[in-house]
């Protein structure tokens, strides 16, 4: 044993080590869902003209730039063109509009954020990919974060530079 102390050297700091934060990709705007059955007659019944009229008078505008998840809480079927309708109403003042719930919102808004990252930064490196989060991450989100990685990292793990977990 040496009686000189050796310097303490951060070799995380140090390393070529690379995180990817699936929490900074997290796309700001309020979140909100639109339930179309709420334009049907007697709840069960879908009238073309009723649904258009419906849609002129709304008041839309508390949806202005947000994310919404389009839905209908009956089990009628109904047509292609609804859907289709109530989208072409929206989207002037919506950010998003996605056919689902809040979860499948937040999926899709994570799919495109992936799809704009450059992975070549990635490349041959040593990669965690980041857990723990304070935004609403799903776990879509990880999965295609992880494909995406495992394509180009020369290692890849999750959790923390302190404890992570082998991928």
Request: hydrophobic share 45%.
């Amino acid at each position: 044993m040496s009686s000189a102390k050796e310097p303490i050297v951060n070799r995380v700091a140090n390393s070529h080590l690379k995180t990817f934060d699936l929490e900074e990709l997290y796309v700001e705007g309020s979140r909100m869902a639109l339930d179309i059955a709420q334009w049907f007659e007697e709840g069960e019944l879908l009238r073309e003209s009723t649904l258009r009229n419906a849609l002129k008078t709304a008041d839309f505008e508390r949806y202005r730039g947000a994310h919404i998840a389009l839905h209908c809480s009956s089990d009628i079927i109904l047509p292609q063109w609804t859907y289709a309708l109530v989208t072409a109403t929206l989207s002037p003042i919506a950010e998003t509009i996605i056919l689902g719930d809040l979860e499948q919102l937040e999926v899709v808004l994570y799919e495109r954020a992936l799809a704009k990252v450059d992975f070549s930064i990635y490349k041959e490196v040593p990669v965690i990919l980041k857990g723990c989060s304070k935004k609403p991450v799903p776990d879509q989100a990880y999965v295609s974060a992880a494909m995406a990685l495992k394509k180009v990292a020369k290692k890849l793990m999750y959790g923390e530079a302190c404890s992570a977990v082998p991928l």
